[in-house]
């Protein structure tokens, strides 16, 4: 079938992917914009897995400010050369991510970053929650994981939903970056400051 400028311009708002990577995918899925759209998550995350052990030893420190000056966020984020870092897209996916960061208040980047006895705990009180409600036991290790999950949706951030398309988490973001740029990128560290915020938190 015909792909339409049209198609490649919609696809190409919703991913961020360049022109030819676009047309590819919308001539794989008959041009459904939906489909086409996971093809390319999926080739991100594809492109992720072979550059993952490559070093990313270049990249930006990115800070946003928000809300008059109340809350504030730094990210590192890294990739292979200094080339992809000086783009005007790799420059707006840092200023995101750390707008993401300020405004959804991540404690970690994954979640293998958290301790290993938290995410028991958190499993077992979910569990003893929905065991409490008269589940039975399969059925509350099943409404446990679902927890989980939500818990991870909420302190981890590449598990988040993406302020600025709920249809993608971060994750989704970093993958398509890695697709258009065909470098590994990595998001490093993180802080995010609140005015008037303990510091023993």
């Known amino acids: 079938m015909e792909i339409t400028l049209e198609q490649i311009k919609t696809l190409r708002e919703k991913t961020g992917a360049g022109i030819m990577d676009c047309k590819k995918a919308l001539m794989e899925t008959n041009g459904d914009i939906e489909k086409a759209i ?34 504030g966020a730094i990210v590192e984020i890294n990739c292979e050369t200094d080339f992809v870092a000086r783009t005007d897209e790799f420059k707006q996916l840092a200023h995101d991510i750390a707008m993401q960061i300020a405004a959804m208040n991540p404690k970690v980047v994954s979640r293998d970053q958290l301790p290993e006895e938290l995410v028991k705990k958190e499993f077992e009180i979910y569990k003893e929650q929905a065991l409490a ?68 938190r």
Do not use: M, W
């Open 38 to 71: 996971e093809y390319l998550r999926k080739k991100g995350a594809s492109v992720l897995e072979k550059h993952a052990n490559r070093e990313t030893k270049q990249g930006l420190i990115e800070a946003y400010i928000h809300a008059g000056g109340r809350v």
């Open 133 to 200: 409600e008269g589940k039975p036991e399969d059925i509350a290790e099943k409404i446990a994981q679902g927890k989980l999950e939500k818990f991870f949706e909420e302190v981890c951030l590449l598990d988040q939903p993406f302020i600025k398309d709920q249809g993608k988490t971060i994750k989704d973001l970093i993958h398509e970056a890695a697709a258009k740029f065909g470098e590994n990128i990595v998001i490093r560290r993180f802080a995010r400051y609140y005015l008037g915020e303990s510091l023993d």
